[in-house]
Structures are given as C-alpha cells and as structure tokens.
C-alpha cells in the first residue's frame, strides 16, 4: 500500500520549490497565485500527519520525513526572500544555523530515548517546555511564520505595497527570527552534555 502522508511530505517540497520560482516572474496575478499556494503548503504540513494517523501508516521515517519536509519548504522560502532582498541574509542564516543546531541535538537526544516533545521531552525545566514543547509554543510559532511568508509575498503586489501590510510583514519576519532563538535556546542549554560528548 502507498504511505499517502509520505507522498504528501515529499509533495508539499516540491510545490514549495514549484511556487517560490513564481516569485520570479511579473504581475500580481502570478503574486496572488504564490501566496494561495503558499498557504496551502502551510496547510498541508497538517495533512500529512492526519492522513498518517487516519490510515495507520505512521512511521518513524514518515516523522523524520516530515520535519525535513518542513525544514526543506522553510528555509527555500527564507533564502529566497533574501536572494529577492525582501529581507537580510541574516534571517535565513540564523534559521539554518539554529535549525541545524537544535536538529542535531535532538537526534542524539532522541538515541537516548528522548524526544522533542510530549511526555519523553529532553526538556527538564518548566520554561524550556512551555518554549520548546507547548503545543502553543509550537502553534504560535508556525502561525508567525506562516503569517511572515504569506504576508511578505503580499506586500510585493502593487495592492499593497503602499498600505500598511509591508510593515506587519516585517513585524512578523522579525518576531519569528526572535521566537526562533527564544525556542533554541532552551535545547541548546539543556542539552549541552550532548554537546560536551
């Protein structure tokens, strides 16, 4: 039988890729059509893990899958924001760099019988899983990012280029590289006896 939600991951990378190239190309119609399309990859990132579950075809490649999926989708839209000069290189660089950090700690954490959430999180301190493994840690997060890349892409049609939405975009780009420290943080302090190995 056909894994549906590893389908879907693999999908939703590849109409990321497909919709950032639209980025490239004149008109709003073509703006409108990536910011629809942006959304619903967002959406999508839900949809695999629910098609997983409904068809009992969860895995531990699927899971792994999808966090690189989401990893993919988001730094494609990152770096090419600032390859447009939509916003500075060093917003992609923090994510990369603190993506990778906090994945590679995870990974070993998770050898340990840890996880990155739920009832075996490598997170001991109260605050570090209210940041790092609340669900609305976790939710408000991916709604800032969400909200940054939809926004961004339509604050560059000519709608709404002199109206207020690129200011909230920006708002949101720099919440979330914020958030993104405020939520490695926690991993990288408490998981520093993985880093002294």
Not at 91 to 116: C, H, K, M, W
Not at 162 to 176: E, G, L, M, N, R
Request: a positive charge; charged letters at 15%; proline letters at 3%.
């Amino acid at each position: 039988m056909v894994n549906l939600a590893n389908l879907v991951s693999i999908g939703r990378v590849g109409l990321g890729l497909a919709t950032v190239g639209l980025l490239w190309l004149p008109g709003d119609q073509l703006r409108w059509t990536a910011f629809g399309l942006t959304a619903f990859v967002i959406y999508s990132d839900a949809l695999d893990g629910f098609l997983a579950r409904k068809f009992k075809q969860t895995s531990r490649f699927g899971a792994k899958l999808d966090i690189a999926g989401d990893r993919v989708v988001e730094m494609t839209y990152w770096i090419v924001f600032a390859v447009l000069g939509w916003i500075p290189v060093w917003i992609p660089l923090l994510f990369l760099v603190r993506g990778n950090l906090v994945d590679t700690i995870r990974a070993q954490a998770s050898e340990e019988g840890f996880t990155a959430f739920g009832d075996k999180t490598m997170q001991k301190s109260r605050i570090g899983r209210f940041l790092v493994a609340s669900n609305f840690s976790r939710f408000t997060y991916a709604v800032a990012k969400a909200v940054a890349f939809c926004l961004l892409i339509a604050a560059h049609t000519t709608v709404c280029e002199s109206t207020v939405i690129p200011q909230v975009a920006a708002f949101f780009v720099y919440f979330s590289a914020v958030f993104c420290i405020m939520r490695g943080f926690p991993v990288l302090l408490e998981g520093r006896e993985i880093l002294a190995k």
